[in-house]
């Protein structure tokens, strides 16, 4: 006989999920629909310890929609960088209270780090990077410390640096996930019609991938959707999706 296929247990106190995690899944998963994936991986525990995180930003709403559709206990993680545009502080309370996603937390950066590395707030203007770390980066990585899986919004199509992105990946023993990597401009606009959902109030402004407020500015028609992050810097990541590279601190 056969041996039967090695479930994948989420049930040990600190689960270390593997590439053969992450293959089985994204086989188990293929040509499955988002929400339906969703559907069967939230509820039931199978992913461990996990939170959605969310930038709030022009496409959030899709994701959140679809988690919330899913689990409104899901945890949903919002790095606060202290850098933020009001506009997005108000959307991200509109589309909590909108799709009832009870378990909502914030991180913010090390105040300490904040005094020792960016006393003045602007080391954005000369060093976005490590302006990066040590707003974006350490404290999400606090965040992730008790996770096992974490739920990005990230798609292929946002940047030449996110093509051949998978639905499942490992990052440092923990589980990725990119419910929405497959998906393009067009599939979110029908999903945001589709269920009536609200827009990131800069977005009618010509800001399509929305961060920090310094580094964040307008798309001309044409450029690629992220090409108003770090206008003029060569950087396209904020670092969060760069996995071993450790913060500068």
């Known amino acids: 006989m056969a041996e039967p296929a090695r479930a994948i247990d989420r049930i040990d106190t600190a689960p270390a999920w593997t590439q053969a995690d992450a293959d089985a899944l994204n086989a188990r998963f293929a040509g499955v629909d988002a929400a339906t994936m969703l559907g069967q991986l939230l509820p039931g525990g199978e992913l461990g310890r996990v939170a959605v995180v969310s930038s709030f930003g022009t496409e959030s709403a899709v994701l959140l929609h679809l988690a919330a559709q899913a689990d409104p206990l899901v945890p949903v993680v919002f790095v606060d960088t202290l850098k933020m545009f009001p506009e997005t502080l108000e959307y991200r309370a509109t589309l909590l209270d909108r799709f ?6 914030v991180v913010k950066p090390d105040p300490d780090v904040i005094a020792a590395k960016d006393a003045n707030g602007l080391r954005w203007s000369f060093d976005p990077d490590g302006c990066c770390d040590i707003r974006k980066v350490e404290p999400l990585a606090r965040a992730k410390a008790g996770l096992d899986t974490w739920i990005s919004g990230r798609k292929a199509f946002q940047s030449s640096t996110r093509a051949n992105l998978p639905r499942f990946e490992i990052e440092d023993g923990r589980l990725k996930i990119n419910p929405l990597g497959d ?3 067009e599939d979110l606009d029908a999903y945001f019609a589709e269920h009536d959902l609200p827009r990131h109030p800069l977005e009618a402004q010509g800001y399509l991938s929305v961060g920090c407020a310094p580094c964040t ?3 001309k028609p044409g450029e690629d959707p992220r090409a108003g992050r770090w206008r003029g810097w060569d950087k396209t990541e904020c670092g969060i999706h760069k996995p071993g590279e450790e913060p500068f601190l």
């Open 100 to 105: 009832g996603l009870l378990n909502a937390s």
């Open 183 to 185: 998906w393009v401009k």
């Open 217 to 219: 500015s307008t798309v």
